[in-house]
């Protein structure tokens, strides 16, 4: 069985104490990936691009032996008039228009740039955070691709940005009273939705998001709400409340197994 091909586009660098004890980027979204396979039998190659300071992407003759393209998180604005930004939504949207065959994959940041790219609007939402640990509301929809029996979600998250509505042709996967778009999925061209109650089939979905961080640890957020606290970035009010759901499962693993059932693993 030949490995999964994922290219990993990475918008931001992460903290010098969180590099330190976790890695980067490339290193963190391995652990998610490696944590999530099936079995020993399954692997992976992920190579990075850094499509902030480089805004390098994948070489033409290269980019169609890839079976995934995923996008991390960030500290910045989709909305943003950054040159970087620009050329990132213009790379996803041709992605999604001419390479239904690669699957697209979107965390956080990445949730948002996928919405820019197909249609949908990022916006601030009103001053409103999700910080740490959050439970979500699944739909029908969300459980069947997630394979869980109850109706929460449990992602660390780090935003003010969201997605205020799904974009055209997609469909939702959560929601929390805060931000009512956790993640959505669009299927491939021709592929009808599944019918309320019935199974989806997770090989004919072209693009995956969320909202929410899969790949972050506790000891990750610990860092990131601290550091943002400092900065007066965060209230004190919402450190305060990060810290007490801190003892909250995470489900990132959850997330990771989807995502491999989305590319065919």
Same mark, same amino acid.
Not at 177 to 198: C, E, H, K, L, M
């Given at each position: 069985?030949?490995?999964?091909?994922?290219?990993?586009?990475?918008?931001?660098?992460?903290?010098?104490?969180?590099?330190?004890?976790?890695?980067?980027?490339?290193?963190?979204?391995?652990?998610?990936?490696?944590?999530?396979?099936?079995?020993?039998?399954?692997?992976?190659?992920?190579?990075?691009?850094?499509?902030?300071?480089?805004?390098?992407?994948?070489?033409?003759?290269?980019?169609?032996?890839?079976?995934?393209?995923?996008?991390?998180?960030?500290?910045?604005?989709?909305?943003?008039?950054?040159?970087?930004?620009?050329?990132?939504?213009?790379?996803?949207?041709?992605?999604?228009?001419?390479?239904? #065959?690669?699957?697209?994959?979107?965390?956080?940041?990445?949730?948002?740039?996928?919405?820019?790219?197909?249609?949908?609007?990022?916006?601030?939402?009103?001053?409103?955070?999700?910080?740490?640990?959050?439970?979500?509301?699944?739909?029908?929809?969300?459980?069947?691709?997630?394979?869980?029996?109850?109706?929460?979600?449990?992602?660390?998250?780090?935003?003010?940005?969201?997605?205020?509505?799904?974009?055209?042709?997609?469909?939702?996967?959560?929601?929390?009273?805060?931000?009512?778009?956790?993640?959505?999925?669009?299927?491939?061209?021709?592929?009808?939705?599944?019918?309320?109650?019935?199974?989806?089939?997770?090989?004919?979905?072209?693009?995956?998001?969320?909202?929410?961080?899969?790949?972050?640890?506790?000891?990750?957020?610990?860092?990131?709400?601290?550091?943002?606290?400092?900065?007066?970035?965060?209230?004190? #009010?919402?450190? #305060?409340?990060?810290?007490?759901?801190?003892?909250?499962?995470?489900?990132?693993?959850?997330?990771?197994?989807?995502?491999?059932?989305?590319?065919?693993?």
């Amino acid at each position: 069985m030949s490995p999964k091909s994922i290219a990993l586009l990475v918008c931001d660098t992460p903290m010098p104490n969180v590099i330190a004890e976790h890695g980067d980027y490339q290193k963190i979204f391995s652990v998610l990936l490696k944590d999530s396979l099936p079995g020993p039998e399954h692997d992976f190659t992920l190579d990075s691009y850094d499509v902030v300071h480089k805004m390098e992407y994948p070489d033409e003759d290269k980019l169609d032996n890839y079976d995934c393209i995923m996008l991390t998180g960030s500290a910045a604005s989709a909305y943003e008039d950054k040159e970087w930004i620009h050329k990132l939504v213009a790379f996803v949207k041709r992605i999604a228009e001419t390479k239904p #065959e690669i699957k697209l994959v979107g965390i956080c940041y990445g949730h948002q740039i996928i919405s820019m790219a197909i249609g949908g609007t990022c916006v601030k939402n009103h001053g409103k955070w999700e910080v740490g640990p959050t439970p979500m509301t699944l739909t029908d929809l969300g459980k069947s691709l997630l394979k869980v029996s109850g109706d929460e979600l449990i992602l660390q998250e780090m935003h003010q940005d969201h997605v205020p509505t799904v974009p055209p042709n997609c469909h939702l996967l959560a929601s929390t009273p805060i931000s009512t778009n956790q993640g959505y999925v669009r299927f491939a061209s021709n592929t009808p939705p599944p019918a309320t109650g019935d199974q989806v089939d997770p090989s004919t979905i072209q693009i995956l998001t969320v909202q929410g961080h899969p790949e972050f640890t506790q000891g990750i957020m610990d860092k990131l709400v601290v550091a943002r606290a400092e900065k007066g970035i965060l209230t004190k #009010e919402i450190q #305060e409340d990060a810290e007490r759901r801190r003892v909250l499962r995470n489900d990132g693993v959850i997330v990771g197994q989807a995502i491999w059932r989305v590319l065919g693993v």
